[in-house]
């Protein structure tokens, strides 16, 4: 193995990570997305718009201290989902796949409840649990969604992935997710 140059050398650092509120207090980058940032990907298109009228209320959070998009570097982030509902359906996040599909993701979950929604471009889907402590293992090839299914809770997740994965958001905006989360009759459903 060969160094590079120490003045080439990227230097070590840390962040702060506040667990239970779900943020990074000194974050160089602080991602917000709003109602309004969620066109299109809720099934009651009526219930988004009279959200978007009613104050644009926050969605989601993605908090991070970036990191080359290299290979080899690792990016990280919290992300921090807000309960509630469009209609009867919970809120979520837009979803993606990686840009280089081939690169997987794993988010630990430190406060809430929902659901990770996953797809693949070939026609599988699957979902598992989110609670604090559970850590979801999203492999290459599939895209991902994460629900909060939480009356009053934000959904919170340390997620981490390789550096040069990229994120492809076209793709689910055309395509979507098949299953969706809802609440009926008082009962969480996918469907
Ligand atoms: C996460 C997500 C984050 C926001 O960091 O980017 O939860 O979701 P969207 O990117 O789908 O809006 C991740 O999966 N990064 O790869
Ligand atoms: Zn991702």
Redesign the pocket.
């Known amino acids: 193995m060969t160094c590079p140059d120490p003045a080439d050398l990227m230097q070590p650092f840390s962040v702060d990570i506040d667990l239970q509120q779900g943020l990074m207090p000194n974050a160089a980058s602080h991602l917000t997305?709003h109602a309004s940032d969620m066109r299109g990907h809720y099934a009651d298109t009526d219930a988004l718009a009279r959200l978007i009228d009613s104050g644009d209320p926050l969605h989601?959070e993605?908090f991070e201290v970036p990191v080359p998009a290299q290979a080899g570097q690792w990016m990280y982030?919290i992300?921090t989902l807000q309960p509630g509902r469009v209609g009867d359906e919970f809120f979520m996040?837009?979803?993606?796949y990686?840009t280089l599909a081939e690169t997987a993701?794993i988010y630990l979950c430190l406060r809430g409840e929902g659901y990770m929604l996953m797809k693949t471009a070939g026609g599988q889907c699957a979902w598992q649990a989110m609670t604090r402590g559970k850590m979801v293992y999203v492999p290459p090839y599939w895209a991902?969604?994460?629900v909060n299914t939480h009356e009053g809770e934000p959904l919170v997740?340390f997620?981490v992935?390789p550096g040069d994965?990229g994120?492809n958001y076209g793709n689910i905006e055309r395509e979507g997710f098949p299953r969706r989360v809802f609440l009926r009759g008082g009962e969480i459903v996918i469907e």
């Open positions: 997305r989601y993605v982030c992300s996040t837009k979803g993606h990686h993701e991902h969604r994460s997740s997620c992935y994965a994120h």
